[in-house]
T-cell receptor, first 109, second 117 residues
């Protein structure tokens, strides 16, 4: 059974810092790994999708990497801004779609 | 922990038929539920936000007359795919947001895989 964990559970940083969010999964038999942003009371917003055959994806200030063999993915946010404050979830898509518990990020002005 | 169920887990139907998918919060009440779908090799995308007792809010590009959402109680939201066509074949997931004031955490159902022949 796939299990997805995320570290840290919460993170508070000053504006401008680069930061890394971590996602781990137990079953490497995945089709893809996805990162989402969740704002309070809102649905998820898709950020990046990494297919199982890919190593990384980039979108603007976001870069996500995938290492299937070690069961890890990282989301790198460059030059963080207060508007980046949200909860970030990763999800492993295989036979089932399993979400991590999320990392709650606060970027302080 | 909070549990969200979906029924059915898989459904195969003929083109032109309607399919209803249920999303239930089993041990908590949810004023807001979300419906997502994922096409093969694409990201999970938000379709609509379902609010108990009021009309759903649909994302741009999602046809409200095709994807009927009913959130009749605090524990049940249904998504009906009307006159389904092969291009509607997808993986549909719901999530539930517990009552306001408790937490912003969303709890996800296991998903429903729809195949339209």
């Amino acid at each position: 059974k796939q299990e997805v964990t995320q570290i840290p559970a919460a993170l508070s940083v000053p504006e401008g810092e680069n930061l890394v969010l971590n996602c781990s999964f137990t079953d490497s038999a995945i089709y893809n790994l996805q990162w989402f942003r969740q704002d309070p009371g809102k649905g998820l917003t898709s950020l990046l999708l990494i297919q199982s055959s890919q190593r990384e994806q980039t979108s603007g200030r976001l870069n996500a990497s995938l290492d299937k063999s070690s069961g890890r993915s990282t989301l790198y946010i460059a030059a963080s801004q207060p508007g980046d404050s949200a909860t970030y979830l990763c999800a492993a898509a295989g036979q089932n779609f399993v979400f991590g518990p999320g990392t709650r990020l606060s970027v302080l002005p | 922990g909070a549990v969200v169920s979906q029924h059915p887990s898989r459904v195969i139907c003929k083109s032109g038929t309607s399919v209803k998918i249920e999303c239930r919060s089993l041990d908590f009440q949810a004023t807001t539920m979300f419906w997502y779908r994922q096409f093969p090799k694409q990201s999970l995308m938000l379709m609509a936000t379902s609010n108990e007792g009021s009309k759903a809010t649909y994302e741009q590009g999602v046809e409200k007359d095709k994807f009927l959402i009913n959130h009749a109680s605090l524990t049940l939201s249904t998504l009906t795919v009307t006159s389904a066509h092969p291009e509607d074949s997808s993986f549909y997931i719901c999530s539930a947001n517990p009552l306001a004031g408790m937490t912003d955490t969303q709890y996800f159902g296991p998903g429903t895989r729809l195949t339209v022949l």
